[in-house]
């Protein structure tokens, strides 16, 4: 069982950067592949990011591919998201989400964890 925080959320400008971070509870964190993904109002949740246990394999949505970074720190137990050139179209709840397998993945459904999300919005 891992138990997941995310935090550094908020309100931007277009243009604007944020940076998040999940941290997870558990002695295994190094174990599992991470994602980030996001629901906006009214929509289904879909895929930003994803990392391999060791950071050697990350994923993008083509429409953050050279925009955002996802990063791990093993012995931080924590997964970051680096936003840049933030548009209006990435307002939504980002959730960071853990799986039972060290690779990564872009489907929702092959995770096992997730956090409660934290809130990104940003300002034509």
């Known amino acids: 069982q891992v138990q997941l925080v995310e935090s550094g959320g908020g309100l931007v400008q277009a243009g604007g950067s944020l940076r998040l971070s999940c941290a997870a509870s558990?002695?295994?964190?190094?174990?599992?592949?991470m994602g980030w993904f996001r629901q906006a109002r009214g929509k289904e949740r879909e895929f930003v990011a994803t990392?391999?246990?060791?950071?050697?394999?990350?994923w993008y949505r083509d429409s953050v591919k050279g925009r955002f970074t996802i990063s791990r720190d093993n012995a931080k137990n924590t997964v970051y998201l680096q936003m840049n050139s933030l548009k209006p179209d990435g307002r939504a709840v980002y959730h960071c989400e853990a799986r039972n397998q060290h690779d990564a993945s872009s489907l929702q459904k092959s995770y096992d964890y997730w956090g409660r999300g934290t809130q990104v919005a940003v300002s034509a």
């Open positions: 558990g002695r295994t964190f190094s174990s599992y592949g």
């Open positions: 990392i391999n246990w060791s950071g050697g394999t990350t």
